[in-house]
């Protein structure tokens, strides 16, 4: 697989929580038009697929381990858990679509970073978003609570 973009801006590094007002530019690389974006400004949220570039591939995690290290949560599974040490250092992220301008897309919210090579691109759907009751541990809840809290609330 070939980047279609590239993270720009926005932060420099990976912190675990207050991406809410996180501004960033996903600039489409060389081999893609501003056509290719033709419509998405139609949208008001992506899905955005990425790579984890900085991750070590010698610290990929494939067994359990206590999210961000707590012991007070459980021993969960590398694919129980959207920790970022992942088999295939894949991120998928939604994030609110503020303006396409020529060969890039100004976004709010996407928790990547600046130089971070973008997969894929789609607009975000209704009709993608869970069928039916969400039910997730308590531990998720807890870990989440700050993760798109704007920087501005810390």
């Known amino acids: 697989m070939e980047p279609v973009a590239v993270v720009r801006e926005g932060r420099a590094t990976p912190d675990d929580d207050y991406w809410g007002d996180s501004v960033c530019r996903i600039e489409l690389t ?3 038009e501003p056509e290719s974006l033709a419509g998405l400004g139609d949208f008001s949220h992506l899905e955005v697929v990425y790579v984890f570039d900085r991750v070590d591939p010698e610290s ?3 067994t359990a381990r206590h999210p961000r290290n707590r012991d007070d ?6 694919f129980g858990q959207r ?3 992942r088999p295939n ?3 998928v992220s939604r994030c609110r679509l503020l303006q396409v301008d020529g060969r890039s897309l100004v976004v709010e919210g996407l928790d990547a970073v600046d130089g971070t090579p973008v997969l894929d691109i789609k607009p975000w759907m209704v009709e993608f978003g869970p069928r039916g009751a969400v039910r ?3 531990w998720s809840t807890e870990l989440m609570a700050d993760y798109y809290r704007p920087e501005s609330e810390r």
């Open 83 to 85: 920790g970022k040490r």
């Open 30 to 32: 060389a081999a893609y």
């Open 73 to 78: 949560w459980p021993l969960v599974g590398i």
């Open 136 to 138: 997730q541990p308590e």
């Open 89 to 91: 250092r894949l991120g």
């Open 60 to 62: 990929v995690e494939t």
